[in-house]
């Protein structure tokens, strides 16, 4: 008679989770072997491959390799009839490059938002919306939320906002809402920090904006360090990415460390791979966010976010330092 202990009871539910779990199907092995087809292929085969599907055969060559697995990908679950795991959960992303003051070799400097666009994507349509203000900051802020209800983003639809580093919503937003005294939004505590987002599904080294759209076969289009111009082409990526197959997540938030003794804030920039779903953003709900009477330091407090999920990469750390630097040299310029 065989006996089967706890431990290998488990270890054998494990397998057969394993075995009966959404990859066992053989669609899959028959896309592992498409993969590494597609791996061989040199730039000019992906393209040719490509423009045969009527694909866009814009980009480098990583760019192509993932486009076209995607496309294969997408047919062949389809085909089987299975659903593809992932995908960009949002309803709308809303795309901010602010463009602040600044002084060079200060750290401690106080960046005041002189610019605030924001660009509105459909994920569904791959459409794009603007919004260009150009008010006093408490009052742009209040008009950008007020529009944010109007198309009920956070009510009706779901949504997250995407940047182009984590210094948008970390440095020059926090800072202006000391400024201005006004309540930092509950809204802009997680968003998309789009360049981690693009190097992880590229496979490649982070880069600038402009880098981003070279390597995808795109140019700049507008005047760079204009707020409104920049966010068009940051959107013009994220639609690039999800119509390659990205799913696009919140990977960024704020933590605000708060001092009472010392009366010093801290705001740190934390990363993490995926969200929970109980942290959906809601702007309309009563609780949702931190009222406008209290003082800053109280409502500080408050966006205290805590997660088993915290990663030390010492590597984003020195590239966001890198382009801070960059935009700093820029901006004087």
């Given at each position: 008679?065989?006996?089967?202990?706890?431990?290998?009871?488990?270890?054998?539910?494990?397998?057969?989770?394993?075995?009966?779990?959404?990859?066992?199907?053989?669609?899959?092995?028959?896309?592992?072997?498409?993969?590494?087809?597609?791996?061989?292929?040199?730039?000019?085969?992906?393209?040719?491959?490509?423009?045969?599907?009527?694909?866009?055969?814009?980009?480098?060559?990583?760019?192509?390799?993932?486009?076209?697995?995607?496309?294969?990908?997408?047919?062949?679950?389809?085909?089987?009839?299975?659903?593809?795991?992932?995908?960009?959960?949002?309803?709308?992303?809303?795309?901010?490059?602010?463009?602040?003051?600044?002084?060079?070799?200060?750290?401690?400097?106080?960046?005041?938002?002189?610019?605030?666009?924001?660009?509105?994507?459909?994920?569904?349509?791959?459409?794009?919306?603007?919004?260009?203000?150009?008010?006093?900051?408490p009052v742009v802020l209040r008009k950008m939320?007020?529009?944010?209800?109007?198309?009920?983003?956070?009510?009706?639809?779901?949504?997250?906002?995407?940047?182009?580093?984590?210094?948008?919503?970390?440095?020059?937003?926090?800072?202006?809402?000391?400024?201005?005294?006004?309540?930092?939004?509950?809204?802009?505590?997680?968003?998309?920090?789009?360049?981690?987002?693009?190097?992880?599904?590229?496979?490649?080294?982070?880069?600038?904006?402009?880098?981003?759209?070279?390597?995808?076969?795109?140019?700049?289009?507008?005047?760079?360090?204009?707020?409104?111009?920049?966010?068009?082409?940051?959107?013009?990526?994220?639609?690039?990415?999800?119509?390659?197959?990205?799913?696009?997540?919140?990977?960024?938030?704020?933590?605000?460390?708060?001092?009472?003794?010392?009366?010093?804030?801290?705001?740190?920039?934390?990363?993490?791979?995926?969200?929970?779903?109980?942290?959906?953003?809601?702007?309309?709900?009563?609780?949702?966010?931190?009222?406008?009477?209290?003082?800053?330091?109280?409502?500080?407090?408050?966006?205290?976010?805590?997660?088993?999920?915290?990663?030390?990469?010492?590597?984003?750390?020195?590239?966001?330092?890198?382009?801070?630097?960059?935009?700093?040299?820029?901006?004087?310029?």
């Amino acid at each position: 008679m065989l006996q089967v202990t706890k431990d290998e009871s488990k270890e054998v539910h494990k397998v057969k989770a394993v075995k009966d779990g959404q990859y066992s199907d053989p669609v899959y092995k028959k896309l592992s072997v498409i993969n590494g087809e597609i791996n061989k292929m040199s730039r000019e085969q992906l393209k040719e491959r490509l423009a045969e599907l009527r694909l866009d055969t814009r980009g480098v060559r990583e760019v192509l390799k993932k486009r076209l697995k995607s496309y294969y990908k997408n047919r062949k679950l389809m085909k089987a009839r299975l659903k593809a795991p992932g995908g960009t959960k949002y309803d709308y992303i809303i795309v901010i490059d602010f463009e602040a003051t600044c002084e060079q070799n200060n750290d401690n400097y106080k960046h005041e938002i002189i610019e605030f666009p924001a660009i509105l994507i459909d994920v569904h349509r791959m459409e794009v919306n603007v919004v260009d203000e150009a008010d006093e900051f408490p009052v742009v802020l209040r008009k950008m939320e007020d529009w944010m209800a109007h198309h009920k983003l956070g009510e009706m639809y779901k949504f997250a906002i995407l940047t182009d580093g984590p210094w948008d919503m970390s440095r020059f937003l926090y800072q202006q809402c000391q400024i201005s005294k006004t309540t930092y939004p509950r809204w802009a505590r997680k968003w998309i920090n789009v360049r981690k987002v693009y190097a992880n599904y590229y496979q490649c080294r982070r880069g600038k904006l402009e880098v981003m759209l070279e390597n995808l076969g795109m140019h700049f289009e507008g005047s760079l360090h204009c707020g409104l111009h920049d966010s068009r082409n940051i959107a013009r990526i994220a639609v690039r990415l999800m119509q390659d197959g990205c799913a696009l997540k919140t990977n960024e938030y704020l933590t605000v460390r708060h001092d009472i003794q010392k009366r010093h804030t801290e705001v740190e920039v934390e990363s993490y791979d995926q969200e929970s779903s109980d942290e959906e953003i809601d702007v309309d709900k009563k609780d949702s966010s931190i009222s406008h009477d209290q003082s800053l330091d109280e409502s500080m407090k408050k966006l205290q976010i805590d997660s088993k999920e915290r990663l030390e990469d010492k590597d984003d750390a020195e590239n966001d330092c890198e382009d801070l630097l960059e935009y700093y040299r820029l901006q004087s310029t």
